[in-house]
């Protein structure tokens, strides 16, 4: 029976079932295989599709259409045409083409671009993604498109990721086909939880730190922090709730299939988690999400915060992104398939250790941000360093390979591998070490390290590119080997394999002292800060492997790293500048006027014959904190500006780590200490104790 989610679900996006209904049966085959094989699509075609979109759009009540791209900041942009073309009568057409389905050029100029394209060839285009369906938000039509130059480089996230799954299932099935299967399609599937924050409108806008940056960048230690571990699951408040079911409705319309909402550790955390979909619809998704989460906590009094580290004292937010290989809808890293699939499943784990250990340089670079480095190593998050949780069972599995013990005795089988455990693998997956930042849980891996306000895309294309190397390599080998011995061959390269990549392999406590320890030992590495890990991405072997893969060229690679490399200074800057104006506007002169009125009111003691030493002594310590604060914001101001001028972004990024932030942090302590004992009714702005804890 239809109820009104089921009636609503999916209700403004043009899916499948629109198409099938909506679009002339041949143009909905050839548009099929165009989005599920990859084929390219013609005008004809595009054009009959622009129509039918356009008529549906127009039932239900759009003007505009935009082509939805997410440059190299990683979040969203648009920008609106209507669907008029007046006509000589003064009445108008609503008109839309296929070549404006297909491509649009938006004035690029203002985007990073890291140098990719000069400020005079400013033309940028915008081309069409039909493996991610179009939709429908307050009255615009929002083509899921790709933004690249004039001459073709990809100047946005999604066209690597992209690539990267064209990568991914090119080598998956020279893989599969080893095993005698052919597939339409292997693509990843992508399941993302994200974190976030929910703070009264009023405290937010009361913030300059907040608005400017999104995090708070002073604000002493709450009374309560998140000690008492009761806000984890725990009761939704009603304001909360309302919140929630209002996203979930607005999220369901746009078929984006958001299941699990509850609160986090923190307070005022919450996580909404979907479920999983191929990847970079999941991602498109993710950010819809992202946006309608801001907008829709405006309804409510309430700001959503998705910085990944809002509030000190208390956990950040992260984005866990769940991900598997999934062929023809088949999940390649499930391993409770049929015991003659086991070698395939070890084939496919095998290659994703292997990548994980050969680029964790990649994976760090690919989840660095200013506001993730609040994170990652601070006991809440995943340390900075990679390495893979596999779970007992599975554990004992590679053990078992990598000593050659368990499957020696069945070697007259040629498929059953003897490794009845893995049978088994799919009862253990509630143990659950969230300590860790690569996780296998059950049937995918979980990648734990992305930050909260981070765009997918980075992530999943290293990690799909890596594996596609693995998986070439495997297959490279194999197709030689004649097809009676693929088996032992197999057998054989999967042992090689995880002997030399067992060090990724950590099952243990993520979050104790012995563990970075023990992980150099390793040789593992521990990049802490964004500026340690940005270079990796620029080192030939890298630039090598994403142009082996299609990925991304030399130039590509080169101006992400400039563009990462500029916003983490950019940012670091903004944040500065905010810490020096709250102080010299809103914190001194607070404290200019309570030392005040307290010294007036001991002279005023005095004349009376009253001696206050409470009071003398608190004008003395304020006093003595206004100097501290004087002294710290003129020391951060000249660091700033000094880091600012410089030109090479290397030497600009280490001076912001080296030099600008521990002047911050500096600041930061003298403000602190100030809040703690200045009048309530004098502190500028909302502290933690109250944005944190309102009723
Ligand atoms: P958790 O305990 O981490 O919350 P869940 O099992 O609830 O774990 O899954 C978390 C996320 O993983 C969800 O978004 C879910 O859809 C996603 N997920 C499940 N299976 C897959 C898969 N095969 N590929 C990608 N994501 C998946
Ligand atoms: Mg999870």
Redesign the pocket.
């Known amino acids: 029976m239809a109820n009104k989610v089921s009636e609503e679900y999916g209700s403004l996006v043009f899916n499948d079932s629109v198409m099938q209904e909506r679009l002339p049966k041949p143009t909905y085959k050839e548009l099929s295989h165009v989005i599920k094989e990859g084929k390219t699509l013609d005008l004809d075609i595009a054009n009959e599709v622009a129509h039918a979109m356009k008529e549906w759009a127009l039932e239900k009540g759009a003007t505009h259409f935009t082509h939805w791209f997410q440059p190299l900041t990683g979040i969203t942009s648009e920008k609106h045409d209507s669907f008029i073309t007046p006509k000589a009568d003064g009445s108008t057409l609503m008109t839309f083409s296929g070549k404006e389905l297909i491509q649009g050029e938006p004035d690029a100029s203002s985007f990073p671009s890291g140098g990719l394209r000069a400020t005079f060839e400013a033309r940028g285009y915008t081309a069409w993604d039909p493996t991610s369906p179009a939709f429908i938000k307050d009255e615009v039509l929002c083509i899921p498109t790709a933004f690249i130059s004039y001459t073709g480089e990809a100047l946005d996230k999604k066209t690597p990721l992209l690539r990267s799954m064209v990568a991914l299932d090119k080598q998956s099935k020279r893989v599969l086909a080893l095993f005698g299967k052919t597939p339409t399609k292997v693509t990843t599937?992508?399941?993302?939880?994200q974190e976030y924050f929910l703070i009264k409108e009023e405290d937010f806008s009361a913030r300059p730190d907040l608005i400017l940056c999104g995090r708070t960048l002073f604000g002493c230690e709450p009374a309560k922090g998140q000690e008492l571990e009761e806000h984890y699951f725990g009761a939704i408040r009603p304001t909360v709730n309302e919140f929630m079911k209002e996203l979930d409705d607005e999220l369901w319309k746009l078929g984006v299939p958001a299941?699990?909402k509850h609160n986090e550790v923190a307070p005022c955390q919450h996580e909404l988690?979907?479920?999983?979909e191929e990847g970079s619809v999941a991602i498109d998704n993710n950010l819809l999400t992202m946006e309608k989460m801001k907008l829709i906590a405006s309804h409510h009094g309430l700001t959503c915060l998705e910085h990944e580290k809002p509030f000190d004292y208390v956990n950040g937010s992260g984005k866990?992104d769940?991900?598997?290989v999934?062929a023809d809808g088949k999940?390649l890293?499930?391993p409770s398939a049929t015991p003659e699939e086991n070698l395939q499943f070890l084939v496919f784990l095998t290659c994703v250790i292997a990548a994980v250990d050969n680029h964790q340089d990649l994976m760090r670079v690919s989840v660095a941000s200013a506001g993730n480095d609040h994170r990652l190593g601070a006991n809440e998050a995943p340390p900075a360093i990679i390495s893979i949780f596999l779970g007992d069972d599975l554990a004992a599995v590679v053990d078992a390979l990598i000593n050659g013990k368990a499957y020696a005795s069945h070697s007259r089988n040629k498929m059953d591998l003897g490794v009845p455990q893995l049978a088994d693998v799919t009862q253990d997956t509630t143990d659950?070490n969230r300590t860790s930042p690569f996780a296998f849980?059950?049937?995918?891996f979980?990648f734990r390290m992305c930050g909260s306000q981070q765009n997918l895309s980075d992530p999943n294309m290293v990690l799909n590119t890596a594996v596609s190397e693995m998986l070439d390599e495997f297959a490279t080998k194999l197709e030689k080997v004649k097809e009676c011995d693929r088996v032992s061959e197999s057998l054989a390269w999967i042992k090689k394999t995880l002997t030399a990549h067992q060090r990724i392999i950590f099952n243990g406590n993520g979050y104790s002292d012995e563990w970075p320890a023990e992980a150099a030992k390793r040789g593992l590495l521990n990049m802490r800060t964004t500026p340690d890990a940005l270079p990796c991405l620029i080192k030939k072997e890298n630039v090598d492997l994403f142009a082996k893969y299609g990925v991304l060229n030399e130039a590509e690679v080169n101006a992400r790293y400039v563009s990462k490399a500029e916003q983490y200074a950019k940012l670091l800057n903004i944040e500065a500048g905010t810490m020096v104006y709250m102080t010299r506007h809103m914190y001194l002169p607070a404290l200019f006027d309570y030392s005040g009125d307290i010294a007036t009111t001991v002279a005023t003691k005095a004349e009376i014959g009253v001696e206050a030493k409470a009071e003398k002594a608190l004008v003395a310590e304020l006093t003595a904190g206004i100097d501290t604060i004087s002294d710290a914001v003129a020391d951060l101001e000249s660091r700033n500006d000094e880091a600012k001028a410089i030109a090479d972004c290397k030497e600009q990024d280490d001076t912001y780590r080296d030099s600008v932030i521990p002047a911050m942090d500096h600041l930061r302590e003298a403000v602190d200490a100030m809040e703690k004992i200045c009048g309530h009714d004098y502190w500028p702005v909302p502290s933690y104790n109250k944005m944190l804890f309102y009723v």
Do not use: M, V
């Not at 599937?189 to 939880?193: A, L, V, Y």
């Not at 849980?441 to 995918?444: F, L, P, Q, V």
């Open positions: 599937t992508i399941g993302p939880e299941k699990t988690a979907p479920i999983f866990h769940n991900w598997s999934s999940n890293l499930d659950r849980t059950g049937n995918k979980e």
